[in-house]
């Protein structure tokens, strides 16, 4: 088993940063990939970014691309997202998940955190 914990949400004007954190329990953290998914009220899940289980490898979706950065450190276990230039459309409930590839889609992650909320107003 894998706990995820995700923090550094909150209420931001559009064009601003927040740092969300993914801070990990369990079973050994360096073993797992780390996915960011989001998800807006009456919307799908979906894949924002991802990062291979050694940091090498990271996947971006392309709504985010240039804006946001995902980086690990595995001494800490923790996954940190950082996200600029922020957008009214980047509105939504931000997640965390581990799994024993890098995916972009949910059905590749097997622990998932609680989620933390991102609002950006215009």
């Known amino acids: 088993q894998v706990q995820l914990v995700e923090s550094g949400g909150g209420l931001v004007q559009a064009g601003g940063s927040l740092r969300l954190s993914c801070a990990a329990s369990?079973?050994?953290?360096?073993?797992?990939?780390i996915g960011w998914f989001r998800q807006a009220p009456g919307k799908e899940r979906e894949f924002v970014t991802a990062?291979?289980?050694?940091?090498?490898?990271?996947y971006y979706a392309d709504s985010v691309k240039g804006r946001f950065t995902i980086s690990r450190d595995n001494a800490k276990n923790t996954v940190y997202l950082q996200m600029n230039s922020l957008k009214p459309e980047d509105t939504a409930a931000y997640y965390c998940?581990?799994?024993?590839?890098?995916?972009?889609?949910?059905?590749?992650?097997?622990?998932w955190g609680q989620g933390t909320q991102v609002t950006v107003s215009s």
């Open positions: 990062v291979s289980w050694g940091g090498r490898s990271k």
């Open positions: 998940a581990a799994g024993g590839i890098t995916g972009t889609v949910p059905e590749k992650y097997d622990y």
């Open positions: 369990g079973r050994t953290f360096s073993n797992y990939a």
